[in-house]
């Protein structure tokens, strides 16, 4: 029963993945910018080779919920980051 306990820590709830994807994207749209990336073209970055459906999923979510809080703007197919995001990424940068 210990070990399956200690082993519980590894364990991360749906919104903990749901963060690690969004810092994720905004780290490669950022790191990418002012190159222009299509949705398609982040999940497959991200996701990989593989493109399982979770992951492009997650991706999805990140990109949307990212452009919700004003992160990143999708423009149809294109997804940026904004300018509050640059910014910042500038500040953390210095």
């Known amino acids: 029963m210990e070990a399956t306990l200690k082993g519980r820590e590894h364990i991360r709830t749906t919104r903990q993945e749901d963060k690690v994807f969004e ?24 996701a990989g ?26 423009n149809e197919a294109l997804v940026l980051p904004s300018r509050a995001a640059i910014r910042f990424d500038e500040l953390l940068g210095e």
């Open 23 to 46: 810092a994720t994207v905004l780290q490669q749209v950022l790191a990418i910018h002012p190159i222009p990336i299509t949705l398609a073209e982040l999940v497959g970055e991200i």
């Open 49 to 74: 080779a593989d493109e399982d459906f979770a992951q492009c999923d997650a991706v999805e979510r990140a990109v949307r919920d990212l452009a919700d809080c004003g992160l990143l703007h999708r």
